[in-house]
Nanobody, 123 residues
Framework: VQLQASGGGAVQAGGSLRLPCAAS????????MGWFRQAPGKEREFVAS????????SYADSVKDRFTISRDRGTNVMYLQMNDLVPEDTAVYYC?????????????????WGQGTQVTVSS
């Protein structure tokens, strides 16, 4: 069982990135999924989540109106579209699959985690 996040990189403030998270199996098709991030010296924090069918989404206040989470259940890929990036978005971004079907902002609701992908935003 594997979640593979990719798409990270270095961008200037105001730029955009799209992070895909690919699942190796269809195991997560009916699970909620989410993105978290961890900056150096800080706790891992919630970024965005999406329900099993994509009908429900939630975002951290810091990224609302700039980031968009989506998923393609046919290809088992979840995405995080990040626009208007700011230096404070610099972190390692992790994707995760929840235990249940619905979107959640709580780390404890997530059972499976992918490896992280680094996002660096320069001013």
């Amino acid at each position: 069982v594997q979640l593979q996040a990719s798409g990270g990189g270095a961008v200037q403030a105001g730029g955009s990135l799209r992070l895909p998270c690919a699942a190796s199996t269809r195991m997560f098709t009916n699970n909620g999924m989410g993105w978290f991030r961890q900056a150096p010296g800080k706790e891992r924090e919630f970024v965005a989540s999406i329900s099993w069918n994509g009908g429900g989404t939630s975002y951290a206040d810091s990224v609302k109106d700039r980031f968009t989470i989506s998923r393609d259940r046919g290809t088992n890929v979840m995405y995080l579209q990040m626009n208007d990036l700011v230096p404070e978005d610099t972190a390692v971004y992790y994707c995760a699959a929840a235990r249940g079907a619905w979107n959640s902002g709580s780390r404890s609701d997530y059972r499976y985690w992918g490896q992280g992908t680094q996002v660096t935003v320069s001013s």
